[in-house]
Protein backbone atom coordinates (compact mmCIF):
# COMPACT_ATOMS: atom_id res chain seq x y z
CA UNK A 1 0.00 0.00 0.00
CA UNK A 2 0.91 3.30 -1.31
CA UNK A 3 2.04 5.95 1.74
CA UNK A 4 1.52 9.78 2.20
CA UNK A 5 5.15 11.57 1.16
CA UNK A 6 3.41 14.99 1.94
CA UNK A 7 0.53 16.32 3.62
CA UNK A 8 -0.74 19.80 4.25
CA UNK A 9 -3.65 20.38 6.30
CA UNK A 10 -5.74 23.81 6.72
CA UNK A 11 -2.17 25.64 6.49
CA UNK A 12 -2.43 29.04 6.72
CA UNK A 13 0.75 31.22 6.24
CA UNK A 14 1.13 34.90 7.37
CA UNK A 15 3.32 37.52 5.42
CA UNK A 16 3.62 40.93 7.25
CA UNK A 17 0.13 39.22 9.68
CA UNK A 18 -1.42 38.96 6.20
CA UNK A 19 -2.29 35.71 4.83
CA UNK A 20 -0.62 34.38 1.87
CA UNK A 21 -1.44 30.77 2.31
CA UNK A 22 -5.27 30.06 3.32
CA UNK A 23 -6.77 26.43 4.61
CA UNK A 24 -4.19 25.31 2.18
CA UNK A 25 -4.83 21.55 1.50
CA UNK A 26 -2.73 19.24 -0.35
CA UNK A 27 -1.86 15.33 -0.55
CA UNK A 28 0.56 13.48 -2.41
CA UNK A 29 1.16 9.86 -2.39
CA UNK A 30 4.29 7.82 -3.09
CA UNK A 31 4.58 6.91 -6.71
CA UNK A 32 2.91 9.78 -7.49
CA UNK A 33 3.14 12.71 -10.10
CA UNK A 34 0.89 15.63 -8.86
CA UNK A 35 0.27 18.60 -10.63
CA UNK A 36 -0.36 22.31 -9.48
CA UNK A 37 -1.79 25.05 -11.73
CA UNK A 38 -1.32 28.44 -10.48
CA UNK A 39 -4.41 30.66 -11.84
CA UNK A 40 -2.33 33.49 -10.45
CA UNK A 41 0.88 33.02 -9.01
CA UNK A 42 -0.48 34.77 -5.62
CA UNK A 43 0.98 32.01 -3.07
CA UNK A 44 3.64 30.47 -5.20
CA UNK A 45 6.69 31.36 -4.16
CA UNK A 46 5.36 31.05 -0.44
CA UNK A 47 4.54 27.85 -0.79
CA UNK A 48 8.07 26.87 -2.22
CA UNK A 49 9.48 28.88 0.56
CA UNK A 50 7.78 26.64 3.21
CA UNK A 51 8.68 23.48 1.92
CA UNK A 52 12.17 24.32 1.86
CA UNK A 53 12.59 25.74 5.21
CA UNK A 54 9.45 24.98 6.91
CA UNK A 55 9.08 28.19 8.49
CA UNK A 56 6.47 28.45 11.21
CA UNK A 57 2.57 28.35 10.21
CA UNK A 58 -0.02 30.82 11.65
CA UNK A 59 -2.28 27.39 11.55
CA UNK A 60 -2.46 23.93 10.08
CA UNK A 61 -0.65 20.89 9.88
CA UNK A 62 2.60 19.66 7.76
CA UNK A 63 3.45 15.82 7.67
CA UNK A 64 6.30 14.74 5.96
CA UNK A 65 6.41 10.94 5.19
CA UNK A 66 3.92 10.41 7.74
CA UNK A 67 5.35 12.42 10.28
CA UNK A 68 4.51 15.54 11.97
CA UNK A 69 6.62 18.26 11.02
CA UNK A 70 5.29 21.33 11.32
CA UNK A 71 2.17 22.31 13.46
CA UNK A 72 0.83 25.73 14.13
CA UNK A 73 0.57 24.11 18.03
CA UNK A 74 4.69 24.19 17.91
CA UNK A 75 4.97 27.50 16.33
CA UNK A 76 8.39 28.40 18.03
CA UNK A 77 9.76 24.68 18.24
CA UNK A 78 12.37 24.19 15.68
CA UNK A 79 11.38 21.92 12.84
CA UNK A 80 13.01 19.38 10.13
CA UNK A 81 13.07 20.52 7.39
CA UNK A 82 12.13 17.89 4.90
CA UNK A 83 14.06 15.78 2.34
CA UNK A 84 13.08 16.91 -0.84
CA UNK A 85 14.39 18.66 -3.98
CA UNK A 86 12.95 22.06 -6.22
CA UNK A 87 14.41 22.38 -9.45
CA UNK A 88 12.80 25.46 -11.20
CA UNK A 89 14.71 28.00 -14.01
CA UNK A 90 17.36 29.21 -12.02
CA UNK A 91 20.13 26.27 -11.24
CA UNK A 92 20.73 25.69 -7.64
CA UNK A 93 24.60 23.99 -8.88
CA UNK A 94 27.49 25.33 -7.63
CA UNK A 95 29.10 27.03 -10.65
CA UNK A 96 32.89 26.48 -11.26
CA UNK A 97 32.80 23.16 -10.32
CA UNK A 98 32.16 19.72 -12.23
CA UNK A 99 29.29 17.07 -12.79
CA UNK A 100 30.38 15.02 -10.64
CA UNK A 101 31.32 17.39 -7.89
CA UNK A 102 27.71 19.16 -7.97
CA UNK A 103 26.37 15.69 -7.53
CA UNK A 104 28.10 13.68 -5.04
CA UNK A 105 31.27 15.53 -3.09
CA UNK A 106 28.89 18.72 -2.07
CA UNK A 107 26.22 16.61 -0.70
CA UNK A 108 25.09 17.27 2.74
CA UNK A 109 26.48 13.53 3.68
CA UNK A 110 29.30 13.19 1.71
CA UNK A 111 31.50 12.11 4.63
CA UNK A 112 34.20 10.22 2.40
CA UNK A 113 37.80 12.00 3.58
CA UNK A 114 39.41 10.76 0.15
CA UNK A 115 37.64 11.32 -3.14
CA UNK A 116 37.69 8.43 -5.09
CA UNK A 117 36.83 10.18 -8.44
CA UNK A 118 37.29 6.70 -10.90
CA UNK A 119 34.78 5.23 -8.54
CA UNK A 120 32.12 8.34 -8.79
CA UNK A 121 33.07 8.40 -12.54
CA UNK A 122 32.11 4.90 -12.75
CA UNK A 123 28.64 5.02 -10.86
CA UNK A 124 27.46 8.05 -12.40
CA UNK A 125 28.43 7.02 -15.98
CA UNK A 126 25.86 3.91 -14.69
CA UNK A 127 23.18 6.32 -13.72
CA UNK A 128 23.77 7.90 -16.92
CA UNK A 129 23.75 4.73 -19.24
CA UNK A 130 20.34 3.72 -17.30
CA UNK A 131 18.61 6.95 -18.60
CA UNK A 132 20.34 6.79 -21.96
CA UNK A 133 21.81 10.25 -21.32
CA UNK A 134 25.05 11.03 -22.55
CA UNK A 135 26.87 13.79 -20.33
CA UNK A 136 30.45 13.76 -19.47
CA UNK A 137 30.85 13.65 -15.84
CA UNK A 138 34.32 15.51 -15.66
CA UNK A 139 32.62 18.72 -17.36
CA UNK A 140 31.65 22.44 -15.68
CA UNK A 141 28.08 22.93 -15.04
CA UNK A 142 28.33 26.24 -16.77
CA UNK A 143 28.80 24.03 -20.19
CA UNK A 144 25.21 22.65 -19.56
CA UNK A 145 22.39 23.46 -21.41
CA UNK A 146 18.80 23.70 -19.35
CA UNK A 147 17.70 20.24 -20.14
CA UNK A 148 20.95 18.79 -19.06
CA UNK A 149 21.57 20.98 -15.91
CA UNK A 150 18.13 19.99 -14.76
CA UNK A 151 18.72 16.27 -15.08
CA UNK A 152 22.08 16.42 -12.92
CA UNK A 153 19.77 18.42 -10.45
CA UNK A 154 17.88 15.32 -10.22
CA UNK A 155 20.05 13.01 -9.95
CA UNK A 156 21.82 14.90 -7.46
CA UNK A 157 18.83 15.09 -5.64
CA UNK A 158 17.90 11.31 -6.09
CA UNK A 159 21.70 10.50 -4.55
CA UNK A 160 20.73 12.44 -1.64
CA UNK A 161 18.22 10.00 -1.33
CA UNK A 162 15.15 13.19 -1.42
CA UNK A 163 11.62 11.50 -1.90
CA UNK A 164 9.80 14.37 -3.79
CA UNK A 165 11.19 16.26 -7.00
CA UNK A 166 9.61 19.72 -7.24
CA UNK A 167 9.60 21.63 -10.95
CA UNK A 168 8.62 24.97 -10.46
CA UNK A 169 7.35 25.96 -14.51
CA UNK A 170 9.97 24.10 -16.11
CA UNK A 171 8.06 24.00 -19.50
CA UNK A 172 9.33 27.93 -20.07
CA UNK A 173 13.22 26.80 -20.06
CA UNK A 174 12.45 23.35 -21.89
CA UNK A 175 11.64 22.91 -25.60
CA UNK A 176 8.96 20.03 -26.01
CA UNK A 177 11.21 17.60 -27.24
CA UNK A 178 13.28 18.04 -24.48
CA UNK A 179 9.99 17.89 -22.12
CA UNK A 180 9.54 15.15 -23.35
CA UNK A 181 12.41 13.49 -22.22
CA UNK A 182 12.29 14.95 -18.95
CA UNK A 183 8.88 13.20 -18.35
CA UNK A 184 10.93 9.80 -19.79
CA UNK A 185 12.94 10.23 -16.64
CA UNK A 186 10.13 11.22 -13.92
CA UNK A 187 8.38 7.95 -15.06
CA UNK A 188 11.28 6.42 -14.83
CA UNK A 189 11.93 7.17 -10.69
CA UNK A 190 8.41 6.99 -10.20
CA UNK A 191 8.49 3.47 -10.60
CA UNK A 192 11.18 3.33 -8.21
CA UNK A 193 9.21 5.25 -5.27
CA UNK A 194 9.79 8.63 -5.98
CA UNK A 195 7.17 11.42 -5.86
CA UNK A 196 6.72 14.44 -8.09
CA UNK A 197 5.02 17.96 -7.87
CA UNK A 198 4.96 20.26 -11.28
CA UNK A 199 4.14 23.38 -11.25
CA UNK A 200 2.88 25.15 -14.33
CA UNK A 201 0.43 27.53 -15.61
CA UNK A 202 -0.52 25.68 -18.90
CA UNK A 203 -3.05 22.47 -18.37
CA UNK A 204 -1.58 20.73 -21.90
CA UNK A 205 1.57 20.49 -20.12
CA UNK A 206 0.50 18.57 -16.86
CA UNK A 207 -2.18 16.41 -18.30
CA UNK A 208 0.85 14.40 -19.94
CA UNK A 209 1.87 13.23 -17.58
CA UNK A 210 0.28 13.90 -13.97
CA UNK A 211 -2.18 11.69 -11.92
CA UNK A 212 -3.96 14.80 -10.16
CA UNK A 213 -3.78 18.36 -10.66
CA UNK A 214 -4.68 20.67 -8.36
CA UNK A 215 -6.03 24.11 -8.79
CA UNK A 216 -4.73 27.22 -7.06
CA UNK A 217 -5.96 30.68 -6.97
CA UNK A 218 -5.25 33.36 -4.31
CA UNK A 219 -3.05 31.08 -2.16
CA UNK A 220 -6.17 28.43 -1.89
CA UNK A 221 -6.51 24.71 -3.50
CA UNK A 222 -9.71 25.38 -5.52
CA UNK A 223 -10.45 22.27 -7.36
CA UNK A 224 -8.73 18.87 -7.39
CA UNK A 225 -9.00 16.74 -10.55
CA UNK A 226 -8.62 13.42 -9.95
CA UNK A 227 -8.07 12.59 -14.20
CA UNK A 228 -7.61 14.59 -17.51
CA UNK A 229 -11.47 14.32 -18.45
CA UNK A 230 -11.83 16.24 -15.07
CA UNK A 231 -8.91 18.70 -15.68
CA UNK A 232 -9.56 19.50 -18.92
CA UNK A 233 -13.19 20.36 -17.67
CA UNK A 234 -11.91 23.06 -15.31
CA UNK A 235 -9.07 24.35 -17.14
CA UNK A 236 -11.54 25.00 -19.82
CA UNK A 237 -14.15 26.69 -17.24
CA UNK A 238 -11.45 28.73 -15.84
CA UNK A 239 -9.66 30.36 -19.36
CA UNK A 240 -13.22 30.66 -21.06
CA UNK A 241 -13.23 34.22 -21.26
CA UNK A 242 -9.66 34.22 -22.49
CA UNK A 243 -10.66 31.67 -25.00
CA UNK A 244 -13.61 33.56 -26.20
CA UNK A 245 -11.87 36.77 -27.02
CA UNK A 246 -8.97 34.94 -28.63
CA UNK A 247 -12.14 32.91 -30.98
CA UNK A 248 -13.34 36.51 -32.10
CA UNK A 249 -9.52 37.72 -32.66
CA UNK A 250 -8.90 34.60 -34.98
CA UNK A 251 -12.21 34.49 -36.82
CA UNK A 252 -12.19 38.30 -37.64
CA UNK A 253 -8.35 38.17 -37.97
CA UNK A 254 -7.14 40.33 -41.41
CA UNK A 255 -3.37 40.72 -42.65
CA UNK A 256 -2.46 44.37 -43.54
CA UNK A 257 -1.22 44.21 -47.59
CA UNK A 258 1.91 45.71 -47.15
CA UNK A 259 5.29 43.63 -46.99
CA UNK A 260 8.69 45.22 -45.39
CA UNK A 261 12.03 43.07 -46.22
CA UNK A 262 13.08 41.90 -42.69
CA UNK A 263 16.07 39.48 -42.97
CA UNK A 264 17.78 37.75 -40.56
CA UNK A 265 21.01 35.59 -40.67
CA UNK A 266 21.49 33.49 -38.06
CA UNK A 267 24.90 30.95 -38.04
CA UNK A 268 24.72 29.85 -34.17
CA UNK A 269 27.39 28.07 -33.25
CA UNK A 270 27.35 24.94 -35.76
CA UNK A 271 27.77 27.34 -38.73
CA UNK A 272 24.49 26.36 -39.57
CA UNK A 273 22.89 28.06 -42.66
CA UNK A 274 20.66 31.34 -41.59
CA UNK A 275 17.18 31.93 -42.77
CA UNK A 276 15.10 34.55 -44.11
CA UNK A 277 11.46 35.84 -43.91
CA UNK A 278 9.68 38.29 -45.25
CA UNK A 279 6.78 39.72 -43.10
CA UNK A 280 3.59 42.05 -43.46
CA UNK A 281 2.98 45.56 -41.35
CA UNK A 282 0.83 44.15 -38.34
CA UNK A 283 2.39 40.55 -38.79
CA UNK A 284 3.12 38.29 -35.72
CA UNK A 285 5.59 35.91 -36.31
CA UNK A 286 6.56 32.87 -34.41
CA UNK A 287 10.37 31.78 -34.04
CA UNK A 288 9.88 28.44 -31.87
CA UNK A 289 13.65 27.34 -30.80
CA UNK A 290 13.53 23.47 -30.31
CA UNK A 291 16.70 23.41 -28.46
CA UNK A 292 17.40 25.55 -25.44
CA UNK A 293 20.89 26.65 -26.20
CA UNK A 294 19.65 27.77 -30.13
CA UNK A 295 17.59 29.75 -27.44
CA UNK A 296 19.73 31.38 -26.18
CA UNK A 297 22.31 31.79 -28.38
CA UNK A 298 19.72 33.97 -30.71
CA UNK A 299 18.80 36.37 -27.38
CA UNK A 300 22.63 36.87 -27.12
CA UNK A 301 22.31 38.23 -30.39
CA UNK A 302 19.57 40.22 -29.19
CA UNK A 303 21.45 41.76 -26.60
CA UNK A 304 24.48 42.24 -28.62
CA UNK A 305 26.13 39.95 -26.40
CA UNK A 306 26.66 37.10 -29.39
CA UNK A 307 29.38 37.54 -31.88
CA UNK A 308 28.58 39.51 -34.81
CA UNK A 309 28.79 36.90 -37.13
CA UNK A 310 26.18 34.66 -35.53
CA UNK A 311 23.23 37.09 -36.72
CA UNK A 312 22.58 40.55 -39.09
CA UNK A 313 19.01 41.80 -38.69
CA UNK A 314 18.69 43.96 -42.02
CA UNK A 315 15.99 45.95 -42.71
CA UNK A 316 15.78 46.51 -46.52
CA UNK A 317 19.09 45.69 -46.80
CA UNK A 318 20.16 48.06 -44.08
CA UNK A 319 22.04 46.09 -40.62
CA UNK A 320 19.92 47.82 -37.68
CA UNK A 321 20.14 46.64 -34.25
CA UNK A 322 17.32 45.21 -31.98
CA UNK A 323 16.75 47.88 -29.47
CA UNK A 324 19.27 50.37 -30.22
CA UNK A 325 17.62 51.33 -33.99
CA UNK A 326 13.76 52.72 -33.32
CA UNK A 327 12.78 50.76 -36.14
CA UNK A 328 13.32 47.44 -34.40
CA UNK A 329 12.37 47.23 -30.43
CA UNK A 330 12.68 44.28 -28.03
CA UNK A 331 10.07 43.65 -25.20
CA UNK A 332 12.29 41.54 -22.70
CA UNK A 333 11.02 38.63 -20.72
CA UNK A 334 8.99 39.46 -17.49
CA UNK A 335 8.84 42.87 -18.88
CA UNK A 336 7.17 43.95 -15.85
CA UNK A 337 10.86 43.36 -13.99
CA UNK A 338 13.29 43.90 -16.91
CA UNK A 339 12.34 46.43 -19.31
CA UNK A 340 11.31 49.82 -15.93
CA UNK A 341 12.92 51.67 -14.02
CA UNK A 342 10.73 51.45 -10.59
CA UNK A 343 12.45 54.60 -9.10
CA UNK A 344 10.90 56.71 -12.17
CA UNK A 345 7.82 57.95 -12.24
CA UNK A 346 4.80 56.64 -14.99
CA UNK A 347 5.43 59.26 -17.38
CA UNK A 348 9.38 59.24 -17.37
CA UNK A 349 9.52 55.54 -17.95
CA UNK A 350 6.81 56.34 -20.61
CA UNK A 351 8.58 59.15 -22.64
CA UNK A 352 12.09 57.42 -22.00
CA UNK A 353 12.13 56.55 -25.89
CA UNK A 354 10.95 59.19 -26.69
CA UNK A 355 12.94 61.86 -25.73
CA UNK A 356 15.09 60.80 -28.08
CA UNK A 357 13.41 61.42 -30.51
CA UNK A 358 12.88 65.35 -30.21
CA UNK A 359 16.24 67.60 -29.32
CA UNK A 360 13.94 71.08 -29.76
CA UNK A 361 13.18 71.41 -25.49
CA UNK A 362 9.53 72.96 -26.32
CA UNK A 363 8.39 70.71 -28.50
CA UNK A 364 9.32 67.77 -25.88
CA UNK A 365 7.84 69.58 -23.47
CA UNK A 366 4.13 70.06 -25.12
CA UNK A 367 4.55 66.40 -26.70
CA UNK A 368 4.71 65.13 -23.13
CA UNK A 369 1.79 66.69 -21.65
CA UNK A 370 -0.14 66.09 -24.76
CA UNK A 371 0.73 62.09 -24.22
CA UNK A 372 -0.09 63.05 -20.26
CA UNK A 373 -3.65 63.96 -20.70
CA UNK A 374 -3.91 60.70 -23.17
CA UNK A 375 -2.27 58.61 -19.99
CA UNK A 376 -4.72 59.94 -17.61
CA UNK A 377 -7.76 59.23 -20.41
CA UNK A 378 -6.37 55.66 -20.43
CA UNK A 379 -5.33 54.75 -16.92
CA UNK A 380 -6.70 57.25 -14.61
CA UNK A 381 -4.61 60.65 -13.10
CA UNK A 382 -4.13 58.43 -10.12
CA UNK A 383 -1.93 55.44 -11.49
CA UNK A 384 0.03 58.50 -14.28
CA UNK A 385 1.33 60.40 -10.76
CA UNK A 386 2.70 57.22 -9.46
CA UNK A 387 6.10 55.54 -9.45
CA UNK A 388 7.06 52.57 -11.49
CA UNK A 389 7.64 50.34 -8.64
CA UNK A 390 4.13 51.40 -6.95
CA UNK A 391 2.09 50.16 -9.68
CA UNK A 392 0.41 46.79 -10.07
CA UNK A 393 1.78 43.75 -12.63
CA UNK A 394 -1.25 45.07 -14.84
CA UNK A 395 -0.15 48.49 -15.31
CA UNK A 396 3.27 47.46 -15.51
CA UNK A 397 2.97 45.90 -18.24
CA UNK A 398 0.49 48.05 -19.94
CA UNK A 399 3.10 51.17 -19.39
CA UNK A 400 5.89 49.12 -20.98
CA UNK A 401 3.81 48.22 -24.05
CA UNK A 402 2.36 51.32 -24.53
CA UNK A 403 6.03 53.23 -24.11
CA UNK A 404 6.86 50.54 -27.46
CA UNK A 405 3.40 52.15 -29.00
CA UNK A 406 4.97 55.75 -28.56
CA UNK A 407 8.57 54.77 -30.05
CA UNK A 408 6.58 53.48 -32.88
CA UNK A 409 8.80 50.84 -34.54
CA UNK A 410 8.18 48.90 -37.94
CA UNK A 411 8.97 45.51 -35.40
CA UNK A 412 8.65 44.28 -32.34
CA UNK A 413 10.86 41.20 -31.10
CA UNK A 414 8.83 39.94 -27.34
CA UNK A 415 11.04 37.57 -25.89
CA UNK A 416 9.10 34.91 -24.19
CA UNK A 417 6.21 37.37 -23.23
CA UNK A 418 4.21 35.02 -21.44
CA UNK A 419 6.79 33.20 -18.97
CA UNK A 420 5.81 32.96 -15.56
CA UNK A 421 2.70 34.79 -16.03
CA UNK A 422 -0.37 34.17 -14.33
CA UNK A 423 -3.72 33.44 -16.47
CA UNK A 424 -4.79 37.42 -15.96
CA UNK A 425 -0.98 38.46 -16.94
CA UNK A 426 -1.08 36.45 -20.03
CA UNK A 427 -4.70 37.55 -21.22
CA UNK A 428 -3.41 41.02 -20.35
CA UNK A 429 -0.38 40.66 -22.49
CA UNK A 430 -1.65 38.73 -25.01
CA UNK A 431 -4.54 42.09 -25.70
CA UNK A 432 -1.43 44.38 -25.16
CA UNK A 433 0.46 42.41 -28.26
CA UNK A 434 -2.96 43.15 -30.25
CA UNK A 435 -2.85 46.69 -29.86
CA UNK A 436 0.33 46.68 -31.67
CA UNK A 437 -0.47 44.37 -34.41
CA UNK A 438 -3.77 46.59 -35.01
CA UNK A 439 -1.46 50.03 -35.00
CA UNK A 440 0.32 47.84 -38.29
CA UNK A 441 3.77 47.27 -35.73
CA UNK A 442 5.02 43.47 -36.83
CA UNK A 443 5.42 41.22 -34.16
CA UNK A 444 8.10 38.68 -33.61
CA UNK A 445 8.18 35.97 -30.67
CA UNK A 446 11.40 34.31 -30.12
CA UNK A 447 10.52 31.70 -27.49
CA UNK A 448 11.05 28.05 -26.54
CA UNK A 449 7.49 26.97 -25.39
CA UNK A 450 5.07 28.32 -27.48
CA UNK A 451 2.90 28.97 -24.01
CA UNK A 452 0.43 31.41 -25.44
CA UNK A 453 1.51 32.15 -28.77
CA UNK A 454 -0.34 30.40 -30.41
CA UNK A 455 -3.29 32.42 -29.66
CA UNK A 456 -2.09 35.59 -31.75
CA UNK A 457 0.52 34.05 -34.14
CA UNK A 458 -0.11 34.60 -37.84
CA UNK A 459 2.73 31.87 -38.99
CA UNK A 460 5.41 29.98 -36.88
CA UNK A 461 9.52 29.36 -37.46
CA UNK A 462 10.03 26.04 -35.52
CA UNK A 463 13.98 25.50 -35.41
CA UNK A 464 15.65 21.50 -35.30
CA UNK A 465 18.29 21.16 -33.31
CA UNK A 466 19.93 20.52 -36.58
CA UNK A 467 19.16 23.63 -38.13
CA UNK A 468 16.18 23.13 -39.90
CA UNK A 469 13.80 25.79 -40.32
CA UNK A 470 9.99 24.07 -40.76
CA UNK A 471 7.45 26.93 -41.38
CA UNK A 472 3.98 26.94 -40.84
CA UNK A 473 0.98 29.02 -41.36
CA UNK A 474 -2.19 29.11 -39.81
CA UNK A 475 -4.11 27.05 -41.94
CA UNK A 476 -1.66 24.15 -40.63
CA UNK A 477 -1.35 25.00 -37.06
CA UNK A 478 -4.14 22.05 -36.39
CA UNK A 479 -1.42 19.99 -37.06
CA UNK A 480 0.78 20.65 -34.43
CA UNK A 481 1.02 18.35 -30.95
CA UNK A 482 -2.08 18.47 -29.12
CA UNK A 483 0.51 19.25 -26.14
CA UNK A 484 0.09 22.97 -27.11
CA UNK A 485 -1.91 25.68 -25.41
CA UNK A 486 -4.67 26.55 -27.93
CA UNK A 487 -4.14 23.95 -30.33
CA UNK A 488 -7.79 23.22 -30.38
CA UNK A 489 -8.81 26.49 -31.59
CA UNK A 490 -7.60 25.23 -35.28
CA UNK A 491 -8.52 21.60 -34.88
Not at 95 to 124: A, M, P
Request: glycine content about 6%; aromatic content about 10%.
Amino acid sequence: MRCEILRMEKVTYLEQDNPVLQNFDLCIMQEEIMGLLPINHFGIATLLKLLLENDPIYYGYIYFRGKLINSWKESGAKKRTPQLSLISEESSLIEGQSVLSNIFVYQRGFRDWIIRNRVLEKRLGGIFEELSLEIDPRSSVESLGSFERIIVEIIRGITAGHSLMIFNELGAVLSEEELKKLYQIIRYYRERGISFLLISPHYEELKMICDRTAFLKDGQIMKIAKDQREGEEIASAISKNYRKQINFYLKDRKLWDKMTAFCVRYLGKTERQGFEFTIREGECLVLQFLDSADYRDFSDCLTGEGRKREADFLLDGRRIWPGRDRECAVIWEQADRSMLFPELSFMENLCFTMELASGNPIKRRRMRERIRREQEELFGKAVVLKAAGELTKREKYALVYHRILLQRPKFVFCVQPFKNAGLAQRERIWELQRMLLQNGIALIIPTISMADSLSIADRIIRLHTQGEAEEWKRTSFHLLPDTVPFHDLYS
